[in-house]
C-alpha cells in the first residue's frame, strides 16, 4: 500500500510569488491534515479536512492559505502571496475515517527568499 | 504556557539502557495521545497511541499516561543506536511538543 505522498519535495520561491503544495493521501483515508514545521520550532496544526469538507481549519495563519480537497481525495494548499515567514517544512498526514493515528508524507520544504 | 512541553534535550543513553521520554499537556480535557518517531530530515513515525491511563506495551516501547497530572511518557528499553532520533510528544493527534532528541551511544 502506497504511503501519504507530497509533491514538491522542495520548492524556493521569491517574496510575492505563489506556490501550491500537494498531498495525495493514503487510499481510503477521509481525514487528511496539514501542518508546518519551522525551524527549531513544533510542528504545527494547520487544518483538518474530512472528506471534502474542511473539519478544523483553525491553525491557517491568515488569508494567504487556501486549502482545498475536491473530490475528498488529494489535497492542494496555496500561498499566494508568500512571505518570508512562510518558509518551513510542510507535512501532510491522513487518517482512516474515526481513527486519530496519522500517517505523515515526506514533507514539502519551502523556502521564500 | 505551551499546549504541549517536551525537554528538548539532547537525552543520551547507553546502548541496553532505558530511555524515558516524557510530554506534559496544559489541555486537561485531552483524550488522546501519540508518540511518534522522527530521524533527521525525515517525516514524523507513529510509534504508539495511548487513551486510557496507564501503562500501554509494545515490543520495546512502553507509553504511560496520568490524565490527573496531565503527563505521558515514553520508555524505551534496550535502548538501540537505531533509536537515535527526536520522539515527539502528540495530544489529540494534532497538537506536537517541540519534541526531544535521544542519543543512545553504542
Known amino acids: 500500500e502506497a504511503g501519504v505522498t507530497q509533491f514538491p519535495s522542495h520548492s524556493v520561491i521569491e517574496k510575492g510569488q505563489t506556490v501550491t503544495l500537494r498531498c495525495d493521501p493514503i487510499?481510503?483515508?477521509?481525514?487528511l491534515y496539514w501542518y508546518r514545521r519551522v525551524m527549531g520550532k513544533e510542528i504545527k496544526f494547520l487544518l483538518h479536512f474530512v472528506k471534502e469538507s474542511k473539519q478544523d481549519e483553525s491553525g491557517m495563519p491568515n488569508n494567504r492559505f487556501l486549502a482545498e480537497r475536491t473530490g475528498g481525495t488529494y489535497s492542494t494548499l496555496k500561498v499566494q502571496p508568500a512571505e518570508l515567514e512562510d518558509s518551513g517544512v510542510y507535512f501532510c498526514?491522513?487518517?482512516?475515517?474515526?481513527?486519530?493515528?496519522?500517517?505523515f508524507g515526506p514533507g514539502t520544504r519551502l523556502t521564500v527568499t | 504556557q505551551k499546549e504541549v512541553e517536551q525537554n528538548s534535550g539532547p537525552l543520551s543513553v547507553p546502548e541496553g539502557a532505558i530511555a524515558s521520554l516524557n510530554c506534559t499537556y496544559s489541555?486537561?480535557?485531552?483524550?488522546?495521545f501519540f508518540w511518534y518517531r522522527q530521524y533527521s530530515g525525515k517525516s514524523p513515525e507513529l510509534i504508539m497511541s495511548?487513551?486510557?491511563?496507564g501503562d500501554k506495551e509494545d515490543g520495546r516501547f512502553t507509553a504511560q499516561l496520568n490524565k490527573a497530572s496531565q503527563y505521558v511518557s515514553l520508555l524505551i528499553r534496550d535502548s538501540q543506536p537505531s533509536d537515535s532520533a527526536t520522539y515527539l510528544c502528540a495530544v489529540e493527534g494534532v497538537r506536537f511538543g517541540a519534541g526531544t532528541r535521544l542519543t543512545v551511544k553504542p
Open positions: 487510499s481510503g483515508h477521509d481525514n
Open positions: 489541555d486537561r480535557v485531552s483524550q488522546s
Open positions: 498526514a491522513s487518517s482512516q475515517e474515526g481513527i486519530r493515528e496519522q500517517y
Open positions: 495511548i487513551y486510557s491511563n
